[in-house]
Each structure stands twice: as structure tokens, then as C-alpha cells.
């Protein structure tokens, strides 16, 4: 089974070691190997931990033109949408771990997928290694759910973590998030909760069946908050959370991203640092907590893994 990689950085280096690793155990699973046979980057010339220098190409369309699995981890819209429509309209089977990707041109990506009888697989993309999105298009595929709300943005968690617990004031909490390399170069996505509001999309997506687009989350970011607002909330022993929800609104869905107030008894409030959780409620199951790590190479590799063994089961 032949397995192309698009993209060798953070996760893709997980993702290449992992399969070279963990290769006989893959063998075992799928009753035939899982064979890397290949990983686009720009710079071809640049080692890779860990990963065959002559895997490397900047040749990523002929690349995908020769895999059965597709695995775009490079980020971005383009080339990443061209090269998975690609692989799709060719039969290949598509794991990517891109939220923005699968959120602003995920039901096109799905209209191809299908036209081709081909899997389109996204695990990583929201919660990194928090498998939520198996559990509601799986676990609870017999349920009702009514609602999902989470803590999905672990640098802005950091961020308002760091003002709740250590007192430092929010514009310095932010800075130092930025130097340790918690926030992106440009940090809107993250700060203006554009990373989040991509994340609830799909959530909301797969929790309900729904037609849900960017252009409709209620979305707010955390740098309108003040020294103020924190002292507030801190007088009321509660915490303020970027808090990403969405829940069944007339024939549609309501789904939003913005600073909650909340008191220290929600679930949501003890999250710490770059942690993840959703809270799912379910007309049967109840209430469900899913916690656990929201970025990291090998922590969003583990969602990237589990999804290239669906697709491979799939490959005939
Ligand atoms: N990092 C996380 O914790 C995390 C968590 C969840 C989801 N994700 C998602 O996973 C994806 C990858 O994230 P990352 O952190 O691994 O990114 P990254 O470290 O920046 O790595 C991106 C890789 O893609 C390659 N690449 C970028 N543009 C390319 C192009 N046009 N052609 C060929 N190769 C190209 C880069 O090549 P060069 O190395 O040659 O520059 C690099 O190897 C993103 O969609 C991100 O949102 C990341």
C-alpha cells in the first residue's frame, strides 16, 4: 500500500518516523505493508531526522499521481487543495490534518471524494490527538447530540492560563506566548479565534449533518480583554476561556467562538496550558469529556496514523 507524504515538518516528520516504526505492526493490521513512498517538501536539500533523504521531492503532483494514500500535512489552502482534489479525482484515498483547509472547502472536497468512491479523512485537524471527531461521526452515530462545546485553541489557553494563574498582565502574557513560539508569526489566527472558529466548523459539521461555513460563526478573539475583565472574573473565583461551541438552532446550527466567563465547577475551566477538551452532550449518552493534547508532532501524528489505517482498509 503505497503512502505519499505531503509535508515534512512538525508533523509530517512524526508521521514519516512513526510508519518506518511502527512498519510491521501497520503490516500485521492491514494483512499488507503501509510503503512511504515518498515526501514533498519546498526544500528537498534540507535533512529530515529520521526520514530517507531520497524520499525527498518538490515534485508533490507525480508524487500523488503514484500513491493509493494521500497525506497532506504541508498547511494552507494552496497548493494542499489542488494536490488533495488530485489525489481524490485519481482514486487515492486523502488523510490531511488541515482545519482551515477542510473548513473553508471541506463539503467541495467531500462532493469529489464521493463522486470517486474515495475517503476523505481529517482526525488531526481539530483537537490534534483527541480522536472527537470518530466519536461523533461514530461512537454516536446512533444518538442525538445536542450540543458540543470546548476549549480547542491551546495557544490563546496558554495565554489566558498564564494571566489567570500567574498574574501576568494579558499584553505580557501574550508576548511571551509569541517568544516561546506558542503563537504563529502572524498571531491573528490564533488570537482573533480564526483557528478555533475552523476547528467548530467541522465540530459542528460532524456533530450535525449540517451545510455550516465560516462566514456564520459568531466569532470573537480574546484581544479585546482587558487587566480588568480578568480581575472581574478572578473576584468571582471563575476563569475566562476561548470557549468554541455549536448546538442544533431551527433547521440549522448555531455555532460560536468567544471569551466565556466560567465558573470554576465547568469542565471547560480547569483546562490547563495547550490542553484541549469538548464537552458533548447526547440525548442518550449524556454528558461525554474528551481531553488531551491539541497540538505537538507526534500527538497529532497519533490522529494522522489512526486515519491513513482507515483509508488503507479502504484501498481495495
Ligand atoms: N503542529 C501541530 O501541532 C499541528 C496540530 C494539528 C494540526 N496541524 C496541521 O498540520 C499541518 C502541518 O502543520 P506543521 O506544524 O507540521 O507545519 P510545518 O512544520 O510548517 O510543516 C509544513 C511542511 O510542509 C512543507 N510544505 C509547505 N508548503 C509546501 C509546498 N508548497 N510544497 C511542498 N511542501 C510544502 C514544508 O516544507 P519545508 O520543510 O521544505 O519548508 C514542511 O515540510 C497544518 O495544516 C496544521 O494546521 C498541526
Redesign the pocket.
Known sequence: MRVAL????????AVARRLQDRGERYADLLGRPLELVGV?????S?PREGVDPALLT?D?ESLVGRADVVVE????IE??RSLIEQALRGGAQVV??????VAQQGEELHAVADQHEVGLDYE??VM?AVPVLAVLRDSLAGDEVTSVRGVVNGSTNYVLDLVAREGVPFAEAVRQAGELGYLEADPTEDLEGLDAAAKAVILARTAFGVRVGLGEVDRIGITGLTDDDFAHAAQRGSVIKLVASARPAGDGVSVSVRPEVLPAHDPLAAVQGGTNIVVIEAVSAGELRLQGA????D??ASAVLGDIVRAARRVR
Do not use: H
Open positions: 505531503l509535508g515534512c515538518g512538525t508533523v509530517g516528520s514533498a517538501v519546498r526544500d528537498s534540507a518538490t508533490a500535512v504541508m498547511g494552507g497548493p494542499a490531511t490534518a488541515n482545519k482551515q483547509l488531526a485537524a490534534a491539541g497540538a505537538g508532532g500527538e497529532t
